[in-house]
Nanobody
């Protein structure tokens, strides 16, 4: 059973930055792709960013230019660097992996507020 464990969420002021981490229980190159999703209160789960096994990255329009997805293969860890955060970025952020079975982490709360 694959496990994805997120960390790095918290409270940050508007304009601030956070880096989320997602550590997998197996080699992350074994996945077809990994991604970050988020779900704000009362909203549907939204795709944020994705990286293919080959390293190609994709971003949702709402985060393009502010967020960056990356990997540390040796540490089996996926990252999401979030800059210039706004209150609209407040959500629970989930790590996702597919092989093609879908796996989800438990989520980490990000709150952007002054």
């Amino acid at each position: 059973q694959v496990q994805l464990v997120e960390s790095g969420g918290g409270l940050v002021q508007p304009g601030g930055s956070l880096r989320l981490s997602c550590t997998a229980s197996r080699d992350i190159l074994s996945f077809n792709a990994m991604a970050w999703y988020r779900q704000g209160l009362g909203n549907e789960r939204e795709w944020v960013a994705r990286v293919s096994s080959g390293g190609t990255t994709y971003y949702g329009d709402s985060v393009k230019g502010r967020f960056s997805i990356s990997r540390d293969l040796a540490e089996k860890t996926l990252f999401l660097q979030m800059n210039n955060l706004t209150p609209e970025d407040t959500a629970v952020y989930y790590c996702f992996a597919e092989d093609p079975t879908n796996y989800w982490g438990q989520g980490t709360q990000v709150t952007v507020s002054s």
